[in-house]
T-cell receptor, first 114, second 112 residues
Framework: DQQVKQNSPSLSVQEGRISILNCDYTNSMFDYFLWYKKYPAEGPTFLISISSIKDKNEDGRFTVFLNKSAKHLSLHIVPSQPGDSAVYFCAASPTQGGSEKLVFGKGTKLTVNP | DAGVTQSPTHLIKTRGQHVTLRCSPISGHKSVSWYQQVLGQGPQFIFQYYEKEERGRGNFPDRFSARQFPNYSSELNVNALLLGDSALYLC???????????FGAGTRLSVL
């Protein structure tokens, strides 16, 4: 059974607009959440993270929102740029306060059109 | 600074063979984790090592084993290869066990 779900396999947005990537999880023991992006032939690159004690974390154009009651998180990219085109993975860690033994979703392929 | 390096980049094996994959963590990082990514899926956790001790193991058969050396590099070994072991094997390192993990580019294993 999938504990971390990214229900949209793909998303296409125009350059300059907002990209919103969604992620749902089922395990209430998850304590720390991360977003990674992956370009072809490269390993996943860490983007941004959020602890379960927060509901929002911002880093430049990237903001992650966490709704614990709904077991839902989202990644907002504003403004989107063509270089953001990649596969984005949502990951969760069952380790309190840490990033270990990550459980990944299947990923969402983002395409930003010029 | 060099990132996480993995070798080899690509590997082709036949069923029943044995394979060893290698990983060098970022300098100063003491924790190494291994993940398997099958086509169309997200990475799946296999092992974590910290200070040469196994810290965690995912839901993989005993054919999978790993170890970490005194210089913090690591090897992943898979015995009696099956077709289903064909995947991208990713290594990630972190400074300590619970810190952010940084991934290498992976080893693409094809089992024929």
């Amino acid at each position: 059974d999938q504990q971390v779900k990214q229900n949209s396999p793909s998303l296409s947005v125009q350059e300059g607009r907002i990209s919103i990537l969604n992620c749902d999880y089922t395990n209430s023991m998850f304590d720390y959440f991360l977003w990674y992006k992956k370009y072809p032939a490269e390993g996943p690159t860490f983007l941004i993270s959020i602890s379960s004690i927060k509901d929002k974390n911002e880093d430049g154009r990237f903001t992650v929102f966490l709704n614990k009651s709904a077991k839902h998180l989202s990644l907002h990219i504003v403004p989107s740029q063509p270089g953001d085109s990649a596969v984005y993975f949502c990951a969760a860690s069952p380790t309190q306060g840490g990033s270990e033994k990550l459980v990944f979703g299947k990923g969402t392929k983002l395409t930003v059109n010029p | 600074d060099a990132g996480v390096t993995q070798s080899p980049t690509h590997l082709i094996k036949t069923r029943g063979q044995h394979v060893t994959l290698r990983c060098s963590p970022i300098s100063g990082h003491k924790s190494v984790s291994w993940y398997q990514q099958v086509l169309g899926q997200g990475p799946q956790f296999i092992f974590q090592y910290y200070e040469k001790e196994e810290r965690g193991r995912g839901n993989f058969p005993d054919r999978f084993s790993a170890r970490q050396f005194p210089n913090y590099s690591s090897e992943l070994n898979v015995n009696a290869l099956l077709l289903g072991d064909s995947a991208l094997y990713l290594c990630a390192s972190s400074f300590v066990g619970g810190d952010i993990q940084y991934f290498g580019a992976g080893t693409r294993l094809s089992v024929l």
